[in-house]
């Protein structure tokens, strides 16, 4: 006979049934599965999270690297920049010199009032 009982069992047969430890047992089983699966979910969602966050991170760190490469390169082409204009302000002195010893050679002028026009100039 079908019966409505308090415990919400369709019959005296599932009444019966729920006392069984086996069912019971069967029944723990269903409702842990259903939370680990919740659980599982909840740190697959973490997990994806986390995996979007270090690949945001990972193309911030490239694009950062890119830019630290460009940068030296260009540091780099300053220091060529820098030793080309070394090397020809060391000629030009060399030349200043080398002009200068010809003029006290050939016109009687102090070397100190030479000196002093070319650092006016």
């Known amino acids: 006979m079908q019966t409505i009982t308090n415990g919400g069992y369709s019959s005296e047969e599932d009444k019966k049934q729920s006392d069984d430890p086996r069912i019971v047992q069967y029944r723990e089983g269903l409702r842990a599965m259903a939370e680990i699966q919740q659980e599982k979910d909840i740190l697959q969602k973490q997990h994806d999270e986390t995996v979007t966050r270090c690949k945001g991170t990972q193309a911030e760190l490239d694009a950062l690297n890119l830019a630290y490469q460009r940068l030296l390169g260009e540091i780099e082409q300053y220091r060529r920049e820098r030793d080309e204009a070394v090397t020809k302000q060391a000629e030009t002195a060399a030349i200043f010199s080398a002009v200068l010893?010809?003029?006290?050679?050939?016109?009687?002028?102090?070397?100190?009032?030479v000196k002093k026009n070319l650092s006016e100039v």
Request: proline share 15%; charged share 40%.
């Open 101 to 113: 010893e010809l003029m006290q050679r050939h016109r009687p002028q102090p070397v100190e009032e």
